[in-house]
């Protein structure tokens, strides 16, 4: 079955700094690729999501790469902010899964003031 | 974006007694639902699929006599957690899926059991 690992598993960074998570999947069938935001206590909330289809894709600080040759995808957090502390997740799904998702195991990040 | 709301947030109840929560999706249908469970500082895990009018899928090791789902419609799943112990104390938390493959997630419940 599909595996996702992501890493770093914490994340510390001052605010106005940039975070980068990177995730990597083993199922090259895999072709649906969301970020999840989850705060403590409360339910994952989608943050962006790409698919294979495309190789990058924006949301105001939020950023999203896919390389599918090498099997991994990047999200990218511009002029971090501290409410955008929180514990991310990278989640895999292909066509045939019926939309069932393989999560990566979460980034703690923290942005200092 | 799409809103799905468990209920109840949270609930203590007592070794032995039954549990049901509720997950709806308000805005859009559902055509599949899922079930996670999430233990602290992990990951979510998934226990079951279940689409609208039919028998639920598990995972495996999910006791499915255990959890038992039921998927009345397409805004609507209850997951009741039968002969509740404390080691099913946990942090549940439902999804809706669509058509396109996006999963919106629901609030989660906080379950304990005495």
């Known amino acids: 079955g599909e595996?996702?690992?992501?890493?770093?598993?914490?994340?510390?960074?001052?605010?106005?700094?940039?975070a980068v998570i990177k995730c990597t999947y083993s199922d090259s069938a895999?072709?649906?690729?969301?970020?999840?935001?989850?705060?403590?206590?409360?339910?994952?909330?989608?943050?962006?999501?790409?698919?294979?289809?495309?190789?990058?894709?924006?949301?105001?600080?939020?950023?999203?790469?896919?390389?599918?040759?090498?099997?991994?995808?990047?999200?990218?957090?511009?002029?971090?902010?501290?409410?955008?502390?929180?514990v991310y997740f990278c989640a895999a799904s292909k066509e045939t899964s019926g939309s069932r998702l393989t999560f990566g195991e979460g980034t703690q990040l923290t942005v200092n003031p | 974006g799409a809103v799905v709301s468990q209920h109840p947030s949270w609930?203590?109840?007592?070794?032995?007694?039954?549990?049901k929560i509720e997950c709806r999706s308000l805005d859009f249908q559902a055509t599949t639902m899922f079930w996670y469970r999430q233990f602290p500082k992990q990951s979510l895990m998934l226990m079951a699929t279940s689409n609208e009018g039919s028998k639920a899928t598990y995972e495996q090791g999910v006791e499915k006599?255990?959890?038992?789902?039921?998927?009345?419609?397409?805004?609507?799943?209850?997951l009741t957690v039968t002969s509740a112990h404390p080691e099913d104390s946990s942090f549940y938390i439902c999804s809706g899926g669509t058509t396109t493959d996006t999963q919106y997630f629901g609030p989660g419940t906080r379950l304990t059991v005495l």
């Open chain 1, 3 to 18: 595996n996702v690992e992501q890493h770093p598993s914490t994340l510390s960074v001052q605010e106005g700094d940039s």
């Open chain 1, 30 to 86: 895999s072709n649906y690729f969301p970020w999840y935001k989850q705060e403590l206590g409360k339910g994952p909330q989608l943050i962006i999501d790409i698919r294979s289809n495309v190789g990058e894709k924006k949301d105001q600080r939020i950023a999203v790469t896919l390389n599918k040759t090498a099997k991994h995808f990047s999200l990218h957090i511009t002029e971090t902010q501290p409410e955008d502390s929180a």
């Open chain 2, 11 to 19: 609930v203590i109840c007592k070794s032995g007694t039954s549990v």
């Open chain 2, 65 to 78: 006599d255990k959890f038992l789902i039921n998927h009345a419609s397409l805004t609507l799943s209850t």
